[in-house]
């Protein structure tokens, strides 16, 4: 990097964007020179990237969400530029580190789905492979997360208000989105997706809806003025908010309108420069075009692109209906029955009546075929997109797209063999696995560069950093004393820099001499939070009845990290019932501070990639058959955390790498899980089973407030009485509670055998590497997309 030049772009942004020399400069005002400085070194990059793209068959990536993390430093690493950046901002007095937290995480996702889009991208890059990806520019994200008196409080996640440089406005690439009640311009704003030590540089594209007409003059004038701005607000609404609540019907409407929003203006967008490379001969249009449809929120793409090849194009629906067939590709992420998407046809006839109208098209064609797929009338009932005055956008989306996956082994067999198990039958050859997997650029390189440095140090090149597999190099090292010894004095370098981290963003103090163990994700039910937090009381409860000896006791630190959706309760009551565990435990001097209980509040990428290389124990405890997948989990892994999980979602797979005896596993086979629920009773295991009656009551027996919001109440009494529709205890917190503990136990019990400790924890680095992203995209990209 040229000194002069770097120094001559960033005087330029200065004067134009701030009016300032480069010294009069506030720091974040520092820090945002310094950001547009490096897209505009980049732009170049970034151009020829596009042009190379031209006329290659691409992948259009469409997510509700990408929880991208913060883009500084990224881009300064995989340029290569972090020395010469750290010493450039030195001479002006500040060091990289300070100005890296002068920019606010971006609120384009929540969790694990927008995390893996990201990464997704970012090896798609790294593989120089043309993939764009496809979003809404969240005004405010989620939500920023703080907790009053335990409770979860939403606050708007205020991201944006000030310039963020890392997107930049398209205004030529503006369309217009027609709704059946007002039109609204859609603007995308472009983030540059880069690659480590390579020029080449994919787009993010993330829609900001507009207003058609800015207000009404003539309201205003007469001095309505909350009338003139109505149309205005309810543009802004489409993009406000990543998930608003849909607990009432019109927010049920507004996430429709959103993920119709984002993904008719991306087609019109596709269709246009289709036409400009290729021309009009729309058979060849899935010879150049796949979409990936992340989940069921985008498949309203679908009958959108089937209405923009009818109404706009001039084909017949026969004609559109087999393009469509081969254009898109769908992944499902999930077995709930909550997160299968299904809306009531009433809001679609009240926004978009002709898209209604395409899907009533499918809908009728699937029922003639029905009989011809071997289906009884019962089941091409089930499965059509649209019955029960609803439109069911898995079954769109899975009986259109030419291929469907599952995001672990056992994830996909799941769905072949129960909740997609009639598509399967039909259309086997579309269905394949492609685990997931989290860019080690990021997740190693980036956020654990003492880790990565001692690993290029060892294998004699940082070449691993694009090739995971390199790591298994590394098994050599496994009884190699001083490499472990140097492997632990990293952790405690790691534990130690996330105690100083939280002790400055949160006021938690933390003690880095013990151990560690993290659980951070959603909250929800099948995820067991509220598993974790019965063991911790018991083991508190433990303590003090002196079943435990003090003086042989690991020292320990739970902590905690994730966010309930506003609207639900059960999962806000397991956050304010871990809150009040952590009051209690934390201000208890009599257990000599052996454990402590912290619920870290907004957890983000920026908290993660703090708390990813500080973790000793990866709490991975979903209900078997429950997690598709999990993305966490690897991340732990890949920095040297061992997993205690279930026999779940990719935790099967860490296993199988890393190997039983380098992890805590524990529970119910996935073979066995349903004969085990099918005669599991909670209220057996409540009563017979030592010490769980005690910490479940503490619910209701008023060891712990919920402040008369009746939310413990609703939480005790679906895991002992069940209700009228729902069995007890679904997830089978209760079931697992004794084995849970015990495994625990087990791990902390061998704590302080750091040399067993280390060489375990080496095990599963060297084994990381079948979960880097670059592997799974590259799985995607010679399987589904055809482009490798």
Same mark, same amino acid.
């Given at each position: ?80 530029? +972090? ?213 069921? +929120? ?104 030419? $291929? ?36 080690? /650029? ?43 010894? /140097? ?285 880097? $992203? ?11 997309? +055809?482009?490798?």
């Amino acid at each position: 990097m040229d000194k002069n030049r770097f120094q001559s772009i960033v005087e330029g942004v200065s004067a134009a964007v701030y009016a300032k020399t480069l010294r009069d400069l506030t720091k974040h005002e520092f820090w945002t020179v310094i950001a547009y400085a490096l897209v505009a070194l980049q732009s170049e990059d970034w151009v020829e990237t596009t042009e190379e793209q031209s006329g290659q068959r691409k992948v259009h990536y469409f997510s509700a969400e990408f929880l991208v993390g913060r883009s500084l430093l990224n881009n300064i690493v995989n340029a290569g530029l +972090h020395e010469f950046m750290s010493d450039f901002v030195h001479s002006y007095g500040y060091e990289l580190a300070d100005l890296e937290e002068e920019e606010t995480d971006p609120g384009l996702g929540n969790g694990g789905l927008g995390r893996l889009a990201a990464c997704f991208l970012d090896s798609c890059a790294n593989l120089r492979l043309p993939v764009t990806g496809y979003g809404i520019m969240y005004r405010y994200g989620l939500f920023r997360q703080e907790f009053e008196d335990g409770f979860q409080k939403e606050f708007p996640d205020a991201w944006c208000e000030r310039p963020y440089p890392f997107t930049v406005r398209s205004e030529e690439d503006k369309v217009l989105i027609r709704f059946n009640d007002f039109n609204v311009w859609a603007v995308p704003y472009n983030l540059p997706v880069t690659a480590y030590h390579d020029s080449y540089i994919n787009s993010l594209k993330l829609w900001r809806a507009e207003p058609f007409h800015e207000f009404d003059f003539n309201l205003f004038n007469s001095q309505r003025f909350d009338d003139a701005v109505i149309e205005r607000n309810r543009v802004n609404d489409i993009f406000r908010v990543l998930y608003p609540n849909d607990t009432s019907y019109d927010g049920k409407v507004l996430r429709v309108r959103q993920q119709y929003f984002f993904v008719a203006a991306s087609l019109k967008l596709i269709l246009r420069d289709f036409k400009a490379e290729h021309g009009t001969d729309f058979t060849k249009f899935p010879d150049y075009n796949v979409i990936q449809l992340n989940d069921t +929120h985008p498949v309203l793409a679908i009958p959108e692109l089937i209405r923009l090849l009818i109404d706009e194009e001039g084909l017949s629906f026969d004609q559109a209906w087999a393009i469509a067939q081969k254009t898109f590709a769908y992944t499902n992420h999930t077995i709930l029955a909550e997160a299968m998407e299904k809306w009531d046809i009433s809001i679609f006839q009240f926004l978009f009546p002709r898209v209604l109208e395409i899907i009533k098209l499918i809908d009728r064609r699937f029922r003639a075929e029905g009989l011809d797929f071997g289906l009884q009338h019962d089941e091409i009932e089930y499965l059509s997109p649209i019955h029960d005055g609803q439109v069911h956008m898995a079954w769109l989306a899975c009986y259109t797209c030419f $291929s469907i996956n599952g995001v672990a082994e056992i994830h996909t067999e799941i769905l072949k063999g129960d909740t997609l198990k009639q598509f399967y039958r039909i259309f086997p050859e579309r269905f394949s696995a492609k685990t997931n997997g989290v860019t080690p /650029r990021r997740w190693l390189r980036l956020c654990n560069p003492e880790l990565s440095e001692l690993i290029t140090e060892l294998l004699g090149n940082d070449k691993w950093v694009k090739d995971l597999k390199q790591l298994e190099e590394l098994e050599k090292y496994a009884s190699d004393e001083k490499v472990l010894r /140097r492997f632990l004095e990293i952790k405690t370098a790691k534990k130690q820099e996330l105690s100083n981290y939280l002790q400055a963003r949160n006021q938690i103090s933390l003690n880095p001499d013990s151990l560690f163990d993290v659980q951070c994700k959603r909250i929800h039910e099948y995820k067991r939070q509220h598993l974790n937090a019965f063991a911790i009381l018991h083991q508190y409860n433990e303590l003090k009845e002196g079943k435990l000896d003090m003086q042989s006791f690991t020292p320990v630190t739970y902590l905690f990290g994730g966010k309930s959706a506003p609207g639900y309760f059960r999962a806000r009551a397991m956050i304010k019932f871990i809150n009040e565990i952590s009051r209690m435990v934390n201000n208890d001097k009599s257990i000599k501070d052996l454990i402590k209980v912290h619920f870290i509040p907004n957890y983000n990428v920026s908290v993660g990639e703090k708390l990813f290389p500080a973790a000793d124990l990866s709490i991975q405890i979903s209900t078997v058959g429950k997690e598709a997948s999990g993305t966490g989990n690897m991340k732990f892994m890949m920095n040297g955390a061992l997993t205690l999980g279930t026999w779940d979602g990719a935790n099967v797979e860490i296993v199988e790498a890393a190997g039983e005896e380098n992890n805590y596993m524990f529970g119910v086979k996935p073979e066995d899980f349903k004969a085990t629920l099918d005669y599991y009773n909670s209220q057996w295991q409540y009563e017979n089973v030592p010490g769980l009656k005690k910490v479940v009551d503490s619910l209701v027996n008023g060891q712990f407030d919920d402040a008369g919001t009746g939310m413990f109440n609703d939480l005790y009494n679906a895991l002992i009485n069940g209700s009228s529709w729902e069995k007890a205890d679904i997830y089978y917190a209760l079931g697992d509670f004794t084995d849970f503990y015990n495994r625990r136990l087990d791990a902390q019990r061998a704590y302080p055998n750091e040399l067993e400790r280390a060489k375990m924890a080496w095990a599963n680095i060297c084994s990381s590497g079948v979960f880097s $992203s670059d592997r799974t995209i590259m799985d995607y990209a010679k399987e589904i997309w +055809h482009i490798a």
